[in-house]
T-cell receptor, first 118, second 117 residues
Framework: EAGVAQSPRYKIIEKRQSVAFWCNPI?????LYWYQQILGQGPKLLIQ????????DSQLPKDRFSAERLKGVDSTLKIQPAKLEDSAVYLC????????????????FGPGTRLTVL | KNQVEQSPQSLIILEGKNCTLQ??????????LRWYKQDTGRGPVSLTI?????NTKSNGRYTATLDADTKQSSLHITASQLSDSASYIC????????????????FGQGTILTVHP
């Protein structure tokens, strides 16, 4: 079974530039997540999609970050314009839905995109 | 506020030794707790998942415990190997009151384990 694919793996840009990341989840996984992981910290959820709808984007800095999952499969995360503090690893994860309430589901993570903003 | 605190922040042990990592959480209402292993330059990989009714769960040399009363969990690694060097992240899931999501995850900051030969 193919895992979660992300590209690019590394990206270096200057502040105020724009950047986009791509994620292709595991086939059949309805839920897709974007996380930001700053060095030495745990991942922080940016946005959660269920199919092509947004479930949670409460921690997404909407003035500069945007994400879409138009056909309910792959997704893109964009930063425009980038700031120095956006330097981090951006992880994409996907999971199956077992139903509302108690769930023992597992998120499968991609390798991440390491962004460096100079 | 939902929080997950892990200790120690980092740990260095010799190959073959055992170690225990700690996780305290204040997430409510609790759904489940996961331990993830994250190798350098890779995404996290799930090791164990436990619901409130489970006290212990093993995955090879990894054994996780959960005390839902004290809201504490531990991950015990037996006979450590060099490949165990990684960051170990405790993740707690809360039931979303909105009902449109199966859970909201709160991540700990991770414990960086280094195993030396």
């Amino acid at each position: 079974e193919a895992g979660v694919a992300q590209s690019p793996r590394y990206k270096i840009i200057e502040k105020r530039q724009s950047v986009a990341f791509w994620c292709n989840p595991i086939s059949g996984h309805a839920t897709l997540y974007w996380y930001q992981q700053i060095l030495g910290q745990g991942p922080k959820l940016l946005i959660q999609f269920q199919n092509n709808g947004v479930v949670d984007d409460s921690q997404l800095p909407k003035d500069r970050f945007s994400a879409e999952r138009l056909k309910g499969v792959d997704s893109t995360l964009k930063i425009q314009p980038a700031k120095l503090e956006d330097s981090a690893v951006y992880l994409c994860a996907s999971s199956l839905i077992l139903g509302w309430g108690i769930s023992t589901d597992t998120q499968y993570f991609g390798p991440g995109t390491r962004l460096t903003v100079l | 506020k939902n929080q997950v605190e892990q200790s120690p922040q980092s740990l260095i042990i010799l190959e073959g030794k055992n170690c225990t990592l700690q996780c305290n959480y204040t997430v409510s209402p609790f759904s489940n707790l996961r331990w993830y292993k994250q190798d350098t330059g890779r995404g996290p990989v799930s090791l164990t998942i436990m619901t409130f009714s489970e006290n212990t769960k093993s995955n090879g040399r990894y054994t996780a415990t959960l005390d839902a009363d004290t809201k504490q969990s531990s991950l015990h690694i037996t006979a450590s190997q060099l490949s165990d060097s990684a960051s170990y992240i405790c993740v707690v899931s809360a039931i979303n009151a909105g009902g449109t999501s199966y859970g909201k995850l709160t991540f700990g900051q991770g414990t960086i384990l280094t195993v030396h030969p």
